[in-house]
Structures are given as structure tokens and as C-alpha cells.
């Protein structure tokens, strides 16, 4: 069982409040007690004048008016005179039932989906976000909390499992992915935007560099004369042969490089394309690509290498947050002032982003409604009702002491007007 709330009396104009009240309070009263005086007098004064019979008329009603009023605002919060009057202390008494209805009023009133809806319309969260990280400082106030949750997050990371199962998870999903139709479709990207054509030109110049250097001609000449008949080596034919070949073939080299449309490049399109088709479609291509990608992963070295950079990572992370090195928290700073700049700038972004947030606010507040309606109920039926009484008082028994000031002249004025009919009906 949860203790009664209780209430503090120390808000900005408080104790003003209560001595106004004080003062009312007794003005009231003084004004009853002085309607009563008068009626005692004008009633001994009677027999002197009949005017008197009006002034006690008046003062007769106005008494009756005021003690009325003054019963019914006093059994609005308390027992008059202490007394257990039927239907007195009426806030005391309906506690739990003003509990649920109050709840009751919130859930059905203010928390259904049609005015929360167009209350949150009215809010713009994407300009508010924008605004917020476009301030340097606040970016750079929450790059620095985000470094100092950093360091925790990692060690969770690592202390939880969650690595270990991220790892396994990341090596199932590689071990899943179908490299072969992967690269084939890459190589048919890459031949059809013509970049093939590059590296074709690249080897040409290679091999047309290569063939001219006086190594490979002189391996070249030791080849074609071990060839030859010892006849023709007499005469030197190998050299001669060395050069045709050279020259033929640098020609050929030369033409193929300077015309983009010789057939030489059809036909290396169409070795490149076969090459393709056939790495996308023959099961020999793929299972060795396949092979090469589980030797690969299967490398202690792979293994060593992500504990390297998942250790490095942390002690970036941990110095940054630790402020020995400020690179971290200045780039992801300039990050969140970037997305403020590119948010604000992009309206069509922000209206998505307040779509976004209207339809949950809206659901989060139509599940918990419900809830909030119990909460407040609870709420209300755990205050104390004597300090709540006292605070409702100070800030609105004010008012309703006027109520009295009232009550005595309406009161008062009806009195003096049925005496009058009365003595008008006399004289009749």
C-alpha cells in the first residue's frame, strides 16, 4: 500500500493566495455576523417605525442566504461544524469515485485518436530535429554522450555473446552468397560499359612492350634457331625471322590499338562475354569459385586479421571517449550538424519524417491510453485528500467565498421583496 501524496504549498504566489483567502474568510463572516446584528436591531426597533420591518426583512433573508452558502461551500470540502451530515465533505467522500471518472474524462476526452492526431499534425518534429542538430553545441554535446556510451556498448558487445553470435551469423551469410552469378553479373557490367576495352589496351601495350625488349627477342631467336635446319642457321635465318615476326606483330599491335572498331576487339568481346556466360552457368566455374571462397574464409589469417581491426576499433572508441584523442567526437559532430543542414534543406524528407512520427505517437498513445487512465485514477486515489483540499482552497476558495457575499444580498434582495408584497398585499 503506497503512502497518500502529498502536495507542496511553496509555489510562486502560494502563501499570498492563503493570506487573501484568510482575509475574504473573515470578511465574509463579518459581513453574516453584521446581517444578524442588524436583524436583531431592526426587529427591537419595529415598534418604532415600520420601515424597520424592511430593514429586518432584508437582514432576516440575507443571514438565512449566507449561512445557506456558507453550508454549501463548507460541505464541498469538509463536515460543517464537525458534524456527519448526509452528503457533506463531498470530495472526501466520492475520492475514489472523482478518481475514475477523472480518468475516465482524460481517456475518453482528450486521449482519443482524432484530437491527438491533429494535435501532433500541428507539431513539426522534422524542423525541430533539423534546428536542434544545426546547433554546434548541442551536436557536439550529444557526439560527446554518444562516446561515453561507446566504451560500455562495446565491452556488452563483447562480455554478452553478441560478437561471437554476430560473427557466426556474418560467416553463415558469407558462406550463403553465390559468388559465381555475383561476378558474372559484375564482368557483364563491366563489358558493357566498355571498360574491358581499357584493360585490352593495356595488355596490348604490355605485349607490344614486351616483345620489343632485347631480352625477350634474343629468348625469342634461341627458340626459332634450335628450330631451324643447321643449314639456315648458317645463313642467319633466325635473326631474320626474329624481326619479321617483331615487326609483324607490333603492327598488328599498333593497328588494333589506334582503330576502336577493329575485329580483333569483336572477337575479344566475344571471348570476354563467352567467358562470362559460362562463369555464371558451368557448374566447374562455380564450384571452384566456391571452393576458393570457403579456402578464403576458412584462412586463420581472415580470423586474425578482424580481431585486429576489432581490437584497434576499441581502442579508438575507448581513447576517444576517454578524450585523449578528439578526432572521433569532432567527426561525428560535423556528422549531426551535416544531417541538420541536409534535413533542413529537405522538405519532402521532413514530411516523411513527421508522417512517421504522428502514426506512432498515435498507435503508442492509443495502446497506452487505457493505461493512463488507470494511472491517473490511481493517482487521485492516493492523494492526500486533506493537503489536496487545503491546495484547492488556496488557489480557487477565494471565489467561492464570494459565493457568501452573494448568497447574503440575493438573499437579502428577495426577503425585502416579499416583505413588500406581503405589507403591499396588507394594505389591500
Do not use: C
Request: neutral net charge; without cysteine.
Amino acid at each position: 500500500m503506497t503512502p497518500p501524496a502529498t502536495f507542496s504549498f511553496d509555489a510562486p504566489g502560494d502563501a499570498e493566495r492563503a493570506a487573501e483567502l484568510r482575509r475574504v474568510k473573515t470578511l465574509a463572516t463579518l459581513v453574516l455576523a453584521a446581517t444578524l446584528l442588524l436583524f436583531v436591531v431592526a426587529k427591537w426597533l419595529l415598534p418604532v417605525h415600520p420601515v424597520f420591518g424592511f430593514v429586518a426583512a432584508f437582514a432576516e433573508a440575507a443571514t438565512i442566504g449566507g449561512l445557506a452558502d456558507w453550508y454549501a461551500v463548507v460541505a464541498l470540502f469538509k463536515r460543517p461544524l464537525g458534524l456527519p451530515i448526509p452528503h457533506t465533505a463531498i470530495i472526501q467522500s466520492n475520492q475514489a469515485r472523482l478518481a475514475d471518472k477523472l480518468g475516465e474524462f482524460i481517456q475518453v476526452h482528450f486521449l482519443e485518436a482524432g484530437p491527438v492526431e491533429a494535435k501532433l499534425k500541428e507539431i513539426d518534429f522534422g524542423s525541430f530535429v533539423a534546428d536542434w542538430l544545426r546547433n554546434r553545441k548541442r551536436s557536439d554535446d550529444l557526439a560527446r554522450f554518444a562516446l561515453r556510451l561507446l566504451p560500455e556498448a562495446v565491452s556488452a558487445t563483447e562480455s554478452s555473446g553478441l560478437m561471437s553470435f554476430v560473427i557466426r551469423r556474418m560467416s553463415s551469410q558469407l558462406q550463403a552468397i553465390d559468388l559465381a552469378p555475383l561476378a558474372a553479373g559484375t564482368l557483364r557490367g563491366f563489358v558493357a560499359e566498355g571498360r574491358h576495352q581499357i584493360l585490352f589496351d593495356d595488355l596490348l601495350r604490355v605485349m607490344h612492350d614486351t616483345l620489343n625488349q632485347k631480352e625477350t627477342m634474343a629468348m625469342i631467336r634461341e627458340k626459332v634457331r634450335a628450330e631451324l635446319p643447321t643449314l639456315l642457321r648458317l645463313y642467319r635465318a633466325d635473326k631474320f625471322l626474329v624481326n619479321k615476326i617483331v615487326v609483324s606483330a607490333t603492327a598488328f599491335f599498333n593497328e588494333v590499338r589506334s582503330d576502336p572498331k577493329h575485329p580483333f576487339r569483336g572477337e575479344f568481346d566475344r571471348m570476354v562475354l563467352s567467358f562470362v556466360d559460362r562463369l555464371g552457368t558451368d557448374q566447374a566455374y562455380i564450384d571452384r569459385i566456391d571452393g576458393l571462397k570457403r579456402d578464403l574464409l576458412a584462412r586463420p589469417e581472415l580470423a586474425e586479421l578482424a580481431r585486429t581491426v576489432w581490437a584497434n576499433t576499441r581502442s579508438f572508441i575507448e581513447r576517444s571517449a576517454s578524450g585523449e584523442t578528439q578526432v572521433l567526437q569532432h567527426h561525428l559532430a560535423g556528422m549531426f550538424v551535416a544531417a541538420g543542414e541536409a534535413l533542413a534543406g529537405d522538405a519532402e524528407l521532413r514530411g516523411e519524417i513527421n508522417k512517421g512520427l504522428v502514426a506512432v505517437l498515435r498507435s503508442f498513445v492509443a495502446d497506452q491510453k487505457k493505461g493512463v487512465s488507470t494511472f491517473i485514477s490511481d493517482q487521485v486515489k492516493a492523494w492526500n485528500m486533506t493537503q489536496l483540499i487545503t491546495l484547492i482552497e488556496i488557489n480557487i476558495g477565494r471565489d467561492l467565498q464570494y459565493i457568501r457575499f452573494n448568497g447574503s444580498l440575493i438573499g437579502g434582495l428577495a426577503g425585502l421583496a416579499l416583505y413588500s408584497a406581503e405589507f403591499l398585499l396588507r394594505l389591500l
